[in-house]
T-cell receptor
Framework: DTGVSQDPRHKITKRGQNVTFRCDPI?????LYWYRQTLGQGPEFLTY????????KSRLLSDRFSAERPKGSFSTLEIQRTEQGDSAMYLC?????????????FGPGTRLTVL | AQSVTQLGSHVSVSEGALVLLRCNYS??????LFWYVQYPNQGLQLLLK??????LVKGINGFEAEFKKSETSFHLTKPSAHMSDAAEYFC?????????FGAGTRLTVKP
């Protein structure tokens, strides 16, 4: 049983460029979450999917951000026209809906640096 | 809305000493509570969770936490710190699929 994986692990981009991150959840998990973590802070919720449906989005998720999970398996998070304030660690987690406490298991994260 | 407060952004202990990381929560309904550990440039690893069964929860790496409803606390402890315990620790509260994290406590272990 492999854990949650994310790709790439690191991304350096110039302001104004678009970036896309990928998350592969634990295979039997039907829920997938995206978080953003800035230095010295805990993760902040961005959005989550149950299967392919995006059920909730945080106010943090501006219109430059879009997430998809087209087949209910892997997910992508795209940031358009990146800004320096987007520099952060982007974490993906997955869980099994219906399991007690719906424990979320995290991937290693993608660290984004916007120059 | 639910929230978590971790008292002390930095805690330093000597190797072999007791580790105590504090977490207080706010929730309108009985919560599920979690402790995660994060090593540099890595994701979060689950240490333990409280799911309304036993109030004393044992986790991995010798950590445990006690749920105290009267104090709205879920402090993390370990009797004897190891150098490998140096990391960032996050307390989190889950309610209706809404997970909120504390700001974290960085644990330093001195030789």
């Amino acid at each position: 049983d492999t854990g949650v994986s994310q790709d790439p692990r690191h991304k350096i981009t110039k302001r104004g460029q678009n970036v896309t991150f990928r998350c592969d959840p634990i295979s039997e998990h039907n829920r997938l979450y995206w978080y953003r973590q800035t230095l010295g802070q805990g993760p902040e919720f961005l959005t989550y999917f149950q299967n392919e449906a995006q059920l909730e989005k945080s106010r943090l998720l501006s219109d430059r951000f879009s997430a998809e999970r087209p087949k209910g398996s892997f997910s992508t998070l795209e940031i358009q026209r990146t800004e320096q304030g987007d520099s952060a660690m982007y974490l993906c987690a997955s869980s099994l809906a219906g399991a007690k406490a719906d424990t979320q298991y995290f991937g290693p994260g993608t660290r984004l640096t916007v120059l | 809305a639910q929230s978590v407060t971790q008292l002390g952004s930095h805690v330093s202990v000597s190797e072999g000493a007791l580790v105590l990381l504090r977490c207080n929560y706010s929730s309108s309904v009985p919560p599920y509570l979690f402790w995660y550990v994060q090593y540099p440039n890595q994701g979060l690893q689950l240490l333990l969770k409280y799911t309304s069964a036993a109030t004393l929860v044992k986790g991995i790496n010798g950590f445990e936490a006690e749920f105290k409803k009267s104090e709205t606390s879920f402090h993390l402890t370990k009797p004897s710190a190891h150098m490998s315990d140096a990391a960032e620790y996050f307390c989190a509260v889950l309610n209706n699929n809404d997970m909120r994290f504390g700001a974290g406590t960085r644990l330093t272990v001195k030789p």
